[in-house]
């Protein structure tokens, strides 16, 4: 068990662990609390779940269960004694005393069946004694089915039940007899009213066999059916602030459940429900695909979170990609950033030229710098942050003394600090990434650089790489295109010799071959 997840689920059941296989799926990080006390134990199969019709409780939790798991939910068996409010999330704290945090709660812990007090009638609950036609009643047609009368739906309850046998009896208990009108319709559909206490079951090899009445009289039966009030396993929500509701059934209060809305949020931001916490009629399947929604709602609860943070950062990063403060960090923190290697449009664009006076705009670890050097070039080498350019003043070194003569290390802003109008015969940028304002102002400042008869060249990352798996910024607004660099250009004062975009071999980070483009603006001042 980890400390954090997105989404912890507390209960085990076909509610849960659908909700879990959910999240799962969705790649959230998603733990499953179970006490392993579902309703359904008793039962000897589950009954109209498409496909998984008559399959025993305990069967579909273990499948469930192995395709949580398999798609990395995890699950625990323990209870949750307790939940409390951390920020935005929650801490949750499980049985033995671990605590671990969770962004969203699911809660599918189900519902207590309240049983008449009526000897062997808990004893033979889910077996014998049944209480939906639509979970049992196939399995007991035309068997001997008495309905135990516990509140004024019993008559309606009776009708119901004879839809799947013709022997129903009607077991008054401590009921009155029925209304003229009601007893017109039982005695319709052939129900016999049997008045009397009911005293308690009778069983043989382990097996109903009917039931005693307090009079001694014994009424044979193959099974009876009860009317169970369905009460909520609601403690851990109401300690969140939730109250449990009413349900009614013609005008019967017949249990209390959790209220949500129909994809399961309730009231308290972050915390779902699905099953029959929330829904005391729900079946199995019913139950299962409460909490499938549940699950794919809070998946997108945590995709707007994610959203939100993402563009906070996002706008932070933004803000720090021309920062001197963050590529001094940038650059303390690796031993090395770049690859060392000249840029290719750089050698491509500069090779033939005659060497005169180069400004390297940005230029980080060196690489551009030295290869210039080499070729004759007098450069002046530009850069924000110290520590790269310490590092490149090394690297210069190391090409030589004749290498590092040529080389000019210069600490400056240039959108605060220009260079010299018409000082240099190459100006070039390599993969100089901003805003698109501040960035038309610096290239303005880099073309007012230009010599007359000297060359600018702009290089950067073309808007096509975020269409690739390429490791890329992934801020549209500040990459290019050659023709926008071109388009800012007086044509009284330049002549663009290439606006292309040029493609190149690469690698993506997972090791795949991927061709990338380059956003290549050369221009000579007239």
Not at 48 to 70: D, I
Not at 387 to 406: I, S, T
């Amino acid at each position: 068990m980890d400390d954090r997840y997105d989404v912890v689920v507390v209960g085990g059941g076909a509610a849960g662990l659908a909700g879990a296989l959910a999240l799962a799926r969705a790649r959230r990080t998603v733990l499953v609390v179970d006490a392993g006390e579902p309703r359904n134990a008793p039962s000897g199969g589950v009954h109209n779940y498409l496909g998984r019709e008559g399959t025993p409780p305990a069967e579909l939790v273990a499948a469930g269960r192995a395709e949580v798991t398999g798609h990395g939910g995890q699950i625990v068996a323990g209870r949750v004694d307790a939940v409390a409010r951390d920020g935005a999330g929650f801490v949750v704290t499980v049985g033995d005393g671990r605590t671990v945090r969770a962004r969203r709660l699911l809660v599918t812990t189900g519902l207590v069946d309240e049983l008449p007090e009526v000897p062997g009638v808990t004893e033979r609950w889910g077996r014998d004694v049944l209480h939906c036609p639509y979970c049992h009643g196939w399995e007991v047609r035309d068997r001997r089915i008495g309905v135990l009368a516990s509140g004024p739906l019993a008559a309606h309850q009776a009708r119901l039940w004879r839809q799947w046998s013709p022997h129903v009896w009607l077991l008054l208990h401590d009921s009155p007899e029925p209304e003229p009108e009601e007893a017109e319709r039982l005695a319709a559909r052939g129900i016999a009213v049997v008045p009397g206490r009911v005293a308690a079951l009778e069983v043989a090899d382990d097996r109903l066999t009917g039931v005693r009445l307090a009079s001694g009289e014994v009424v044979d039966l193959d099974a009876v059916v009860v009317a169970a009030r369905m009460t909520a396993r609601s403690a851990l929500l109401e300690s969140l602030g939730l109250t449990p509701v009413d349900v009614e059934h013609a005008g019967q209060v017949v249990g209390r459940q959790i209220p949500a809305d129909g994809t399961g949020a309730t009231a308290v931001p972050g915390v779902w429900v699905a099953g029959n916490v929330a829904d005391v009629s729900a079946q199995v399947i019913r139950a299962a695909a409460a909490g499938m929604t549940a699950g794919a709602m809070i998946n997108m609860d945590l995709m707007e979170e994610d959203t939100r943070d993402a563009v906070a950062e996002h706008r932070r990063q933004r803000e720090a990609l021309s920062s001197a403060a963050a590529w001094e960090e940038r650059y303390r923190s690796r031993p090395a950033v770049w690859s060392g290697r000249p840029n290719p449009q750089l050698v491509a664009e500069a090779a033939g030229l005659r060497p005169g006076r180069a400004l390297d705009v940005g230029c980080g670890e060196g690489a551009d710098a030295v290869w210039l050097a080499a070729q004759g070039w007098r450069v002046t080498a530009v850069d924000i942050s110290t520590v790269a350019l310490a590092r490149a003043a090394a690297h210069a070194r190391d090409a030589g003394d004749e290498v590092a003569a040529r080389i000019e290390w210069t600490h400056a802003d240039l959108r605060q600090q220009p260079p010299a109008e018409a000082a240099y015969d190459l100006v070039s940028a390599q993969f100089m990434h901003l805003p698109p304002q501040p960035r038309r102002e610096l290239f303005a400042r880099l073309a007012d650089a230009v010599a007359p008869g000297g060359r600018l060249l702009i290089v950067g990352h073309h808007p096509a790489d975020l269409r690739t798996t390429a490791h890329r910024m992934h801020y549209p607004e500040m990459m290019f295109t050659a023709e926008q660099v071109a388009a800012d250009l007086d044509p009284a004062r330049f002549e663009v010799l290439a606006a292309q975009d040029r493609p190149r071999a690469s690698v993506d980070p997972e090791g795949r071959d991927i061709v990338i483009r380059d956003a290549v603006l050369l221009a000579r001042r007239r």
